[in-house]
């Protein structure tokens, strides 16, 4: 069964720390672009950041950029999205997807992936 389920959110303080996980199931990673995107109440998903099938591209939505740290980890079947200097906006809803039709080449954009997990919770509050 093909799937991508996220781990790793939680709550934490601001300024805090969380890496979420995105492990893949019934196929492997390394041939796909992942992305991260999150969704808070009441707002439209937004892309956090994503890595291509070359680990060398990479993208960081503007308000993430220097905090936040997306990586692959080919040997777990698993993408890593490291965050730092949490604020109370990156409180959200946070899933990782993919585009399972053509593998991708990266991006921020929501149509440009197919299949998606089922989310994490984070949740930044003091």
């Known amino acids: 069964q093909i799937q991508l389920v996220e781990s790793g959110g939680g709550l934490v303080q601001p300024g805090g720390s969380l890496r979420l996980s995105c492990a893949a199931s019934?196929?492997?990673?390394?041939?796909?672009?992942i992305a991260w995107f999150r969704q808070a109440p009441g707002k439209e998903r937004e892309g956090v950041s994503s890595i291509g099938m070359s680990d060398a591209v990479t993208y960081y939505a503007d308000s993430v950029k220097g905090r936040f740290t997306i990586s692959r980890d080919n040997a777990e079947n698993k993408v890593y999205l490291r965050m730092n200097s949490l604020k109370p906006e990156d409180t959200a809803v946070y899933y990782c997807a993919t585009d399972l039709l053509w593998g991708g080449s990266g991006g921020l954009v929501p149509t440009q992936y197919d299949f998606w997990g089922q989310g994490t919770q984070v949740t930044v509050s003091s």
């Open positions: 019934g196929f492997t990673l390394d041939t796909y672009a």
